[in-house]
Each structure stands twice: as C-alpha cells, then as structure tokens.
C-alpha cells in the first residue's frame, strides 16, 4: 500500500472517531438538559443549625426524649396560634378562649361564649384569634356559622354551602355553592355572605376546596370518588387558570405551606387503604415522603422546609407516637420521644419554633413539648 493511500485511511479513521466523540458528547449533554429541567421544589436550605438533624445511614436521628405534659387541662376543639403568637381555641361548653403564651405559661386569657357546642372544628380567620368559621353538621350536612366574639355576631351560613375557607388576609371568604339544580360555582363573599360575587362554574359536585395562605390559588379534589385515581386540582381565586397538577394516585387531602407554593397531601392506597405523607407545589411536582401519617398529624415550618409530623415508625419496637422533623428536600427526619402515651392532631408551633403544641386525642386536652432544648 503506498503512502498516500495510508494517509488517506488515516484521515478516514480520524473522522470516524472526531465524529463518534461529538455524538457521545451531544448524548450526554442532551441528558443533562432534560434532568436539569425537571420540576424541583424551590426551597430555601435549612437555616437553623438545631433542626438539621446529623442523621445515620438510615437517614434517621433520635435524640434525647423530649418530654409532652398537658398545657390546657380541659378538652379543646381547633387551637389555633395566630402569627402574633395569641393561642385561641374552643371548648366543650360552648366558648372561645383566647390568651397569650409568654415562657410557655398562658396569660391573660379571656373566655367568650358562642352558644354552640356542637362544633366539629373552626377554619380561623388568619391573624385572628377572634372570627371563625365553625364547622357542625345538621340534617347529615356539614354547615359553618360565622361568628365574631369581638362584635358578639353570630351568622348561620346557608346550606348550599358544600366547601369554604378564608381568602387570604383579605377579609373575605370563598366558598363552593350548590344550587337547586345540583350544579356547583365558586363564590366570594364577605364573612357575613353579604357583598357575594361568582367566579365561575365548578366541574363536579364533591369538590373540596384548600385556599393558599396569600389567597391566590385554591387546590380541590374529589370527596366521593370510587375510581382508581383521584387528583388535587389548582385553580385561581379569580377563576382564569383551572389545571389538574397532581393526576396519579388517589390522592386527598391538602395543607398548603406558609409560602403558598408546597403543599402536604395524602395518597391512598386503594387496595389496603394506607395512607402516606406526599410533598407537592404548584407547578406539579411531586414527591413521596415515605411517611404512614395522616394530614391531621402534620405541620410546616415558617421556612416551608420542614415537615413536623407525628407517626408510628414501622420499625419502632411500640405502638406509640414519635415526633419527626422531616427535611422535605433531602428526606431526612430527626425523632423526638415526648416520654408519654400520645395520639396527636391539630399541630402547632410557637413564633420561635421551639415548642410544638397539638391536641392529644387520648385525653382531647391540648399539651406542649419542647424542641431543641430540654425543659
């Protein structure tokens, strides 16, 4: 073979592997590209040092017990801790206290009656220890009175209503109505129901209805649903933009994040009917915790990074409950051991975020448990 026959293959050779390299490297950038643009949760990265947990291979850290006691000796029905930090909640007989929690000591503590005591729970007007909607049933219904202990008005809302929250700190309420001809719409509406405006027509009529904390979206889901799937919808307040974000699983249930972009539902299993802890936001994604805890167990952080949730482990050697911190970004959980029997519900936290109040089912009456230091 002559020479110039050999450069010729050579040249050849070198083509074929330049070309080569170039399609692997388009490959690999082409995969990086598609990875980069899936949804991701736009959360800030722990701040405080005394919630970021350094975690075993598990994922897991226990620390010290962290031992719960009784802070209200009396049943309580929706405790509520406004951002003021007012603690208000009702009682059996019919009342709505209201204090302020200063050292972890209740002080001047005011009790209004509101004449009802058969009260489900109470939707609190945010930033308000004063108004609320209170949730009862009648005739097999749910229906919610207004009241406002600071004016003594009590307004009994009609019973068209199937589905109501606040919207935002506006004042107003928002609520799904159910007309005569069995079709459904969104209203607003001063609390009274005076001032009611329509916003548009629903597409079912077992519609629940969660409004963000700044009253700019709502989320819904179906309550009656007997299909396999069942999915958290999102629509705005002024009914322009009405979507499906979260279409697998059947899903219920929703408590929104203090900035109005995550979300805490739960997915069902339709088969066993399990039901575990999932993170959402408003673009779609969504992502397992991993965690057989129902909504009612749960709270966010004032950051919308952390999850509190009380639940029994599946490997714990009991059946009692624990408190986990859950890092909704990297999964990890940090455990607290209250020290007594508790079935938790209605979790709250104080403005510093370093005691935890909830409601504990085995007694009704409202306790606290320290975080990050011993008390």
């Known amino acids: 073979m ?14 074929i592997v330049g070309t080569l390299v ?6 690999y950038k082409t995969k990086k590209i598609a990875t980069t643009n899936q949804p991701e949760i736009a959360v800030k990265q722990p701040q405080d040092d005394k919630k970021a947990a350094t975690t075993t ?62 009260v489900d729970r109470a939707l609190w007007k945010p930033n308000s220890v004063s108004e609320a909607l209170l949730e009862y049933r009648a005739a ?26 606040w919207l935002g700190t506006s004042g107003k309420i928002i609520y799904i109505w159910l007309d005569k001809n069995n079709k459904s719409a969104l209203f607003t509406a001063n609390p009274d129901n005076s001032g009611f405006l329509k916003i548009v027509d629903m597409w079912e009529n077992d519609n629940e209805i969660h409004v963000s904390p700044d009253g700019k979206y709502i989320l819904f889901y179906r309550t009656s649903n007997t299909g396999q799937t ?24 929703v408590l929104w994040a203090p900035d109005s972009n995550h979300f805490l539902f739960n997915r069902q299993d339709t088969t066993t009917g399990l039901k575990t802890l999932w993170v959402g936001d408003v673009l779609g994604y969504s992502a397992a915790l991993s965690i057989p805890a129902q909504l009612e167990k749960t709270s966010w952080s004032k950051d919308s990074v ?9 490997d714990s050697s009991t059946a009692l409950e624990k408190l ?32 935890i109040y909830f409601k504990n089912l085995l007694d ?7 975080l990050h230091t011993q008390e």
């Open 2 to 15: 002559n020479k110039k026959a050999l450069l010729i293959l050579g040249g050849i050779f070198i083509l």
């Open 22 to 27: 170039f399609l692997l490297f388009q490959q």
């Open 57 to 118: 291979p598990s994922g897991n850290s226990e620390v010290a017990n962290s031992t719960a006691k009784v802070f209200v000796n009396q049943t309580v029905v929706s405790p509520y801790i406004s951002a003021s930090g007012k603690l208000s909640y009702l009682t059996s007989s019919g009342e709505i206290a209201s204090s302020e929690i200063v050292a972890s000591k209740i002080t001047n503590l005011q009790v209004k009656g509101v004449g009802k005591t058969d």
């Open 140 to 165: 097999g219904k749910r229906r919610w009175d207004y009241v406002n202990t600071e004016t003594g008005k009590t307004i009994s809302l009609p019973a068209q209503i199937s589905s109501i929250g």
């Open 230 to 253: 069942n999915a958290i919808n999102l629509a705005t307040t002024d009914g322009k933009i009405f979507k499906s974000i979260i279409k697998e699983g059947f899903n219920l249930g």
């Open 306 to 314: 952390f999850v509190y949730v009380f639940y029994t482990s599946p």
């Open 324 to 355: 986990y911190i859950v890092n909704t970004n990297t999964k990890e959980q940090q455990e607290y051991n209250p020290g007594v029997p508790v079935s938790a519900t209605s979790l709250l936290l104080d403005t510093s975020e370093n005691h």
């Open 364 to 370: 009704d009456k409202l306790y606290v448990m320290p």
